[in-house]
């Protein structure tokens, strides 16, 4: 309860001549915990939990599942803006406080504990430096044993990010359910390795995820050529065309999905190119492509594969504010995240475990 203001002297020793009192703005009110103001007040964590950076109190909490922020565009090929893609999909939101997800009849904060990591040190212009940076604060992350839910960036922060999951995980490996318009993996873009067209192949070729466990779920358009899919081919990468899921129906090709990326690994990375939902319906990401998912479909896939298997990390990439109109592609990447945190919960409240405990 605020104390309400006497005449005299306030408590930094200002002058009170009694406005306060004439003004009706003197009476006791009370002040509300962080987590439950509106959202458009304070900081703006993901709906409103505790931001915690520092690596040495996220340990001390023994966290389930930490938001951390990949503010970085600078491997785009296309659209620009998804360095404002954490802000945007923190932002997206118009509940605060303790939440019930009608899907799944279950309150997830009220089950697990969520916090914001807060963002990488990314600064501008310096791919090498902002990988680096993202790669190590998604592993001190990690290390602690809560679940890192990544907030991009364009995608080529996939890289750094699912390398330091699965170093963490290490003996064990991880698969990779990977949603995109795209197969992003490309061998360069215009000479750059590191760019976002890139991060899948980079992945594979350095050992971190096996070709046989990446799983891809979407894919349609006109990119990538067919040299990219006799890449795909000798390493044993598994897809699924949206073709595919116009005619069997997205449940079936997300159950085959999960069977592949977990044949062999011991937990899956979860990884949302943004674009894999219809343009009609996600319209602020770097390199639209009609003919995609509808949200209800991807949030569905989402809890299904949360409830069914191991989850190591996700990340929510390509995400673009400034072609994002009435902020529907955040708020359909916001609910992306909200999803899985849900279907985490409901795990834990069915007696499941959620966090990692590293060796």
């Not at 939902?277 to 479909?297: K, V």
Request: charged letters at 25%.
């Amino acid at each position: 309860m605020a104390d309400a203001p006497t005449p005299g002297e306030d408590r930094f020793g200002a002058r009170d001549d009694g406005f306060a009192m004439r003004n009706g703005w003197d009476q006791p009110y009370e002040s509300f915990d962080d987590f439950d103001l509106p959202t458009y007040v304070g900081l703006p964590s993901f709906m409103r939990l505790p931001w915690i950076p520092d690596a040495t109190a996220l340990t001390e909490r023994r966290a389930d599942i930490a938001i951390v922020g990949a503010p970085f565009d600078d491997a785009v090929t296309h659209r620009p803006g998804a360095r404002f893609g954490p802000r945007a999909i923190r932002e997206a939101q118009y509940t605060s406080g303790s939440i019930h997800s009608l899907q799944l009849g279950v309150e997830p904060f009220e089950v697990l504990d969520v916090v914001d990591a807060g963002d990488a040190n990314v600064v501008p212009a310096w791919v090498d430096r902002a990988h680096a940076v993202i790669y190590r604060k998604v592993r001190e992350v990690a290390a602690t044993g809560a679940i890192p839910i990544v907030l991009g960036g364009d995608h080529s922060i996939t890289w750094p990010s699912a390398t330091a999951v699965a170093e963490v995980r290490r003996p064990g490996s991880i698969g990779i359910v990977h949603f995109d318009a795209h197969a992003d993996t490309a061998n360069d873009d215009w000479g750059v390795l590191a760019g976002h067209g890139t991060p899948m192949r980079r992945l594979i070729e350095s050992g971190a995820v096996k070709g046989r466990n990446f799983v891809q779920v979407g894919l349609r358009g006109y990119w990538p050529p067919v040299d990219v899919f006799e890449w795909m081919r000798e390493h044993e990468l598994r897809w699924h065309l949206m073709r595919e899921v116009e005619e069997r129906g997205a449940e079936a090709v997300i159950d085959d999905a999960i069977a592949e990326a977990l044949d062999g690994p011991d937990a899956v990375y979860i990884s949302v190119d943004i674009d894999v939902l219809d343009p009609g319906t996600a319209p602020g990401t770097g390199t639209p492509e009609p003919g995609g998912f509808l949200p209800r479909e991807l949030l569905r896939a989402i809890r299904r594969i949360g409830g069914a298997v191991e989850i190591a990390a996700m990340d929510i990439v390509e995400v673009s504010p400034p072609y994002d109109h009435a902020e529907v592609t955040a708020m359909a990447a916001n609910r992306v995240a909200l999803e899985l945190i849900s279907a985490l919960a409901a795990k834990r409240q069915a007696g499941g475990t959620v966090r990692f405990e590293p060796a």
